[in-house]
């Protein structure tokens, strides 16, 4: 299949390599020349904007790091919205409901489909197409790009009606974020009273309070003090922030993703955006008055 491809960072570089190998043949596109260069030395094509992308390919996918990118991207001047032979267009970016019916609506007077497609796994699931792959959009177009969609990981069909799966992928990542702290919380207690962390994070991962914070995060990014796990702590915050929103205006009791929220604003604060999201660990740590791993772990 001909598919553009928008936003070729930490999550779409390896999708967009996915697809290759799989035999799409690829239009890519993204503001910096360091993402696109590996593609087109690949045989990808490369586009000038998205409209000139939206030009050439039914398809377009997209993995963008904001909710103003992804309007941008696709609904404003030179967006995908002007591509004249753009029939779907398929965000794979973490936008929330409402975002993703704004485009959907905007996109829908032009005939062309919004088809949410959020994605959980990290970097690495990304790199081995084992992704959690969120779908919703009409199931003519969902049944046309499933295959495409498949090289990602195990697709889960949400619903129609476009956010369903922005829904879907909120809630799921309100608890990656919430268990991600709480470890933190968990595992600083545990080191201030004397506990070895590395001895914490096996017993908790044979025991009930097993995460993939504490069997992938903890292992690979914190007990070694590396802090590089792939997924910036903007881009968390961002997705508890929807996530809250979302429970507030349904009316949904949302204390702990208050708490976790707020968790995340001060990492943010601390650390910056651009701080990989294991970060909170250190923030924790600050609070606490210990450090976690290192040497001894
Ligand atoms: P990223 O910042 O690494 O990548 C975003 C890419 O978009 C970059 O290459 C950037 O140059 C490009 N970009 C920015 N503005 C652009 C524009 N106007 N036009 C074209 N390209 C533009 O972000 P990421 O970690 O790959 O995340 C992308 C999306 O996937 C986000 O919505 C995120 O919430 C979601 N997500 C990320 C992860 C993860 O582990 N990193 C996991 C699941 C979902």
Not at 217 to 222: A, D, G, L
Not at 264 to 287: H, L, Y
Request: aromatic share 6%; charged share 20%.
């Amino acid at each position: 299949m001909d598919i553009g491809f928008i936003g070729l960072g930490n999550m779409g570089a390896p999708m967009a390599r996915r697809l290759i190998e799989a035999g799409h043949s690829l239009v890519v596109y993204d503001t910096r020349n360091d993402a696109v260069a590996p593609f087109v030395a690949i045989g990808a094509k490369l586009a000038s904007s998205p409209a000139d992308l939206a030009d050439r390919v039914e398809t377009v996918m997209a993995s963008l790091p904001s909710l103003q990118v992804s309007e941008k991207v696709a609904i404003g001047a030179g967006g995908v919205i002007e591509g004249k032979r753009v029939k779907r267009f398929i965000d794979l970016s973490t936008t929330g409901s409402r975002m993703a019916i704004k485009i959907a609506d905007a996109l829908a007077k032009k005939n062309i489909v919004q088809i949410d497609c959020p994605v959980s796994g990290g970097v690495g699931g990304a790199a081995k197409g084992t992704l959690a792959v969120m779908v919703s959009g009409p199931k003519a177009d969902v049944d046309h790009v499933k295959d495409a969609l498949a090289v990602f990981g195990k697709v889960f069909v949400i619903g129609e009606k476009p956010g369903m799966a922005q829904t879907m992928k909120l809630a799921n990542n309100f608890l990656s974020a919430s268990a991600m702290a709480a470890t933190a919380e968990a595992v600083a207690m545990g080191v201030k009273a004397g506990l070895d962390p590395a001895v914490m994070i096996d017993v908790i991962n044979a025991g009930s309070g097993r995460s993939r914070a504490s069997d992938q995060k903890f292992p690979q990014s914190i007990l070694p003090r590396t802090f590089d796990y792939g997924f910036a702590t903007a881009l968390m915050l961002k997705d508890v922030r929807l996530c809250f929103e979302e429970a507030k205006n349904l009316d949904v009791p949302h204390d702990m993703m208050k708490t976790t929220l707020d968790d995340w604003e001060a990492t943010n604060t601390e650390f910056g955006g651009d701080s990989d999201f294991t970060s909170i660990v250190k923030m924790i740590e600050n609070r606490a008055g210990v450090t976690i791993g290192g040497k001894k772990a």
